[in-house]
C-alpha cells in the first residue's frame, strides 16, 4: 500500500477540499516527465487542464517553448 492510500491522501484533500473551499484552491500536476528540459533555458510554459465541473481531475496538456 502506497504512503498516499495510507494517509488517505491527506495531501491532496488538503489542498482541494470542497467542502471547506467552495472553488478549487489548487491544481496538482502529477506524472509529469520534465527530463527532456534538464539543461534547456526555458522561454516560457502554459499549463492547460480539462476542468470538469464537479470533477477534480482530469487530463491537462502542458506547452513549453525552450531556447533552441
Given at each position: 500500500m502506497t504512503e498516499a492510500k495510507r494517509t488517505g491522501f491527506f495531501v491532496h484533500h488538503a489542498f482541494l477540499d470542497h467542502e471547506k473551499y467552495k472553488e478549487p484552491t489548487?491544481?496538482?500536476?502529477?506524472?509529469i516527465n520534465p527530463a527532456p528540459l534538464i539543461d534547456k533555458k526555458l522561454?516560457?510554459?502554459?499549463?492547460v487542464p480539462l476542468?470538469?465541473?464537479?470533477h477534480d481531475a482530469?487530463?491537462?496538456?502542458i506547452i513549453v517553448e525552450v531556447e533552441a
Open positions: 489548487m491544481l496538482i500536476y502529477e506524472d522561454i516560457s510554459a502554459f499549463a476542468r470538469i465541473k464537479d482530469s487530463i491537462i496538456n
